[in-house]
């Protein structure tokens, strides 16, 4: 990353959390771990979760004599991601990253250095904003330190204990060039790569599972200016939240250091979520400090252009195309969109359209009551026929809700759910004689509906359909009552 970053543009978003006339630079690293069945080098399982040690051997604890042999799949993977984010594919050779962590037994990391398997791609945020990719290479996952004692930080720990199930488990790393200026778009472009991560099927991409880990470069500069003026990275950050949180902080603390100093050393941080700050961790290392050399063990990886032509032929719908998709049909705004998208609920959405379902009704029940995790009893057909039988009136909105409820549980039809709920469709003439009646009982609160201000008519259009749901033991539809009652003072 030693190039400069273009300078800002009237167009370029400004971060208002800091001060006038500074600007933020942020560069992300992301790693994500692979849903292999095997680990990078060995055949021990990749699996989280399960009791410490027990899915390690030889090769991936580092033992002497033992050789790694490298996962196919794990390969496949990392360059099926490198082409959904506009990659191109390159030969590639692992490497050597030596330094000593009691969480890497073999005291080096393979690794890829200068000629990684994914170069130069982009990503483009759900809002249109591009950022550019600068590589996307193989490595393996470190094991794990766990730090008993001392509120689990290394420093106050009384001991530490290793577990090594993670050593070896093959990540992608995908690195940003510094052309983040928000942290809205911080966010929105791990998001954005997380949606991606699942719709191609790399990694299950849970967060809360270490899947996807964040390091933030942070660095501050004057506004308008172009340089690139020291950073800070900012270390395994493992939600959106901290990472907002994180970047902010530290991005003032570098703001204090420059207008009271020399501004900030170049170093790695920590964050703290409890304390809300980033502390310092080693001074950062030079590049030099790691003394790379190529992996003598494995040969280098060069795929054909065949084979990437039949990746890019398989390539599943990208989570951009599919919002694209799903708002034409539907006419979903973007956060609706980008929503069932994530859930990958627009093929629903859409096979429901296309029965003759109401988009902006399929949306709202979707976004609304479908935030289950096991919906796949919900068939698009039935689905459909749910949403037709709401726009049409049988059922109430709240009418409807119950019905979903019971296809996510059970499946089957609507209209026989419905029956077993003793939902009937409740017509409008019936409704309009209903009221009729309530209007001559609440003759004032009448008249505050239809002479009051705002406030009033609000609280009397409430009224009275309250009153109708009691009487039709809520099957009523309120939209619909609504619609009534100002059709009736109208008149
Ligand atoms: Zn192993
Ligand atoms: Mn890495």
């Not at 790694?68 to 692992?94: D, F, K, T, Y």
């Not at 200068?114 to 904003?129: H, R, Y």
């Not at 964040?214 to 690139?228: K, P, Q, T």
């Not at 065949?306 to 195309?321: E, G, K, Q, R, V």
């Amino acid at each position: 990353m030693s190039e400069l970053a273009p300078a800002a543009t009237p167009e370029t978003p400004v971060e208002s959390a800091l001060p006038e006339g500074w600007e933020l630079i942020v560069g992300l690293e992301v790693h994500v771990e692979l849903d292999t069945a095997t680990k990078l080098f060995c055949g021990c399982v990749n699996r989280f979760g399960v009791d410490p040690n027990t899915n390690v051997c030889p090769t991936c604890l580092g033992l002497p004599g033992s050789l790694p042999v490298m996962n196919e799949r794990a390969v496949e993977m990392a360059m099926i991601l490198g082409r959904a984010l506009g990659c191109q594919v390159n030969r590639s050779v692992m490497a050597r990253k030596n330094y000593f962590y009691p969480d890497m037994p073999k005291d080096f990391q393979t690794t890829q250095y200068d000629q990684p398997t994914n170069s130069e791609g982009e990503l483009k945020l759900a809002d249109g904003f591009v950022v550019r990719i600068e590589r996307a290479h193989i490595e393996e996952d470190t094991g794990k330190s766990v730090h008993v004692g001392g509120g689990g930080r290394i420093n106050e720990a009384v001991y530490s204990l290793v577990d090594y199930n993670r050593a070896g488990v093959p990540l992608i790393e995908i690195v940003s060039k510094p052309d983040i200026r928000t942290i809205e778009h911080a966010r929105n472009y791990v998001e954005e790569l997380r949606a991606i991560v699942v719709a191609t099927g790399v990694s299950d991409a849970r967060m809360e599972e270490g899947s996807i880990r964040v390091d933030a470069n942070v660095s501050v500069r004057r506004f308008g200016s172009s340089e690139l003026r020291t950073r800070c990275e900012i270390k395994n950050i493992n939600s959106l939240r901290s990472l907002g949180r994180a970047i902010e902080h530290e991005a003032l603390r570098q703001i204090d250091l420059w207008t009271t100093g020399s501004g900030p050393q170049q170093q790695t941080r920590h964050w703290d979520e409890d304390a809300g700050r980033t502390t310092p961790g080693r001074s950062k290392e030079d590049v030099e400090d790691y003394r790379y050399f190529q992996e003598p063990d494995l040969v280098p990886l060069d795929p054909t252009s065949a084979t990437i032509a039949a990746i890019d032929a398989a390539m599943p719908p990208l989570p951009s195309a599919r919002r694209s998709a799903l708002r034409a049909a539907t006419g979903a705004g973007i956060d609706a969109a980008r929503l069932l998208v994530e859930r990958g609920q627009d093929g629903l959405a859409m096979a429901a359209v296309a029965a003759g379902a109401d988009g902006a009704k399929t949306v709202t029940r979707l976004v609304n009551d479908l935030a289950v995790n096991d919906w796949s009893k919900v068939e698009a057909e039935s689905f459909a026929a749910l949403v037709r039988m709401e726009s049409n009136g049988e059922l109430s909105a709240s009418q409807a809700k119950q019905v979903l409820g019971d296809l996510v549980e059970r499946g089957g039809d609507p209209a026989a759910h419905a029956d077993v709920r003793g939902f009937e469709a409740m017509d409008t003439t019936e409704l309009e004689s209903l009221l009729d009646q309530l209007i001559g009982e609440n003759p004032e609160e009448w008249s505050r509906y239809c002479g009051g201000d705002e406030g009033d008519r609000k609280k009397m259009q409430g009224f009275f359909t309250g009153q109708i749901m009691k009487a039709t033991r809520g099957q009523a539809d309120g939209k619909v009552v609504a619609q009534l009652l100002a059709k009736r003072s109208s008149s």
